[in-house]
Antibody
């Protein structure tokens, strides 16, 4: 059974870089039919797509965050990671890692439990 | 890119049906048959309920159904049950030839009376 687990600091200072890792079990991150991604949800608010990556390293980023995002993949560890630079309080959110499928990678079919990241000094 | 518009709330008694709308534009919902619906219980991660407008993943009850007309997609929950009380979000592909983009709805809280 597919499981995704986010890990990383729960508290990040303003202007610093948020770093999270997603560990995948029950499926290979080298799957030819799936992509992997990140979505976030500010407390009490809606969902926002951050970005998506293929095991080859091809990435797709939300244009509104593009200048601050780096998503990478480590196939040897079956993990992928998110880095978000120059964070502000507006980046405080629950961050979910997930598996994406579909022609445009538009179906988010499995989600991690999410991890709350608070940006505060 | 603006969020898709959903009603803030919807409700129904057990056994009844409730329909949630998701209104976008000709650049997202109206352009592609790639609308998904997600159910989110408090404190939990979202769960995929419908994809590609009408398809249900394995394990999702057939009480959940999706449809689309023009720029508006809809999720119908028939035979409401207590466990259907949750927040529901739609999403749509909204990309172009030059970039990928996925937009979500504003969310609808479904209450089972």
């Amino acid at each position: 059974q597919l499981q995704l687990q986010e890990s990383g600091p729960g508290l990040v200072k303003p202007s610093e870089t948020l770093s999270l890792t997603c560990s995948v079990s029950g499926d290979s991150i080298r799957s030819s039919t799936h992509y992997w991604g990140w979505i976030r949800q500010p407390p009490g608010k809606g969902l926002e797509w951050i970005g998506t990556i293929y095991y080859s390293g091809s990435t797709y980023y939300n244009p509104s965050l593009k200048n601050r995002i780096t998503i990478s993949v480590d196939t040897s560890k079956n993990q992928f990671s998110l880095k978000l630079s120059s964070v502000t309080a507006a980046d405080t959110a629950i961050y979910y890692c997930l598996r994406c499928s579909g022609w445009f990678r538009e179906t988010f079919d499995s989600w991690g439990q999410g991890t709350l990241v608070t940006v505060s000094s | 890119q603006s969020a898709l518009t959903q009603p803030p709330s919807a409700s129904g008694s057990p056994g009844q049906s409730v329909t949630i709308s998701c209104t976008g534009t000709s650049s997202d919902v109206g352009a592609y048959n790639y609308v998904s619906w997600y159910q989110q219980h408090p404190g939990k991660a979202p769960k995929l309920m419908i994809y590609e407008v009408t398809k249900r993943p394995s394990g999702v009850p057939d009480r959940f159904s999706g449809s689309k007309s023009g720029n508006t997609a809809s999720l119908t929950v028939s035979g409401l049950q207590a466990e259907d009380e949750a927040d529901y979000y739609c999403s749509s592909y909204a990309g172009t030839n030059t970039f990928a983009l996925y937009v979500f709805g504003t969310g609808t809280k479904v209450t089972v009376l």
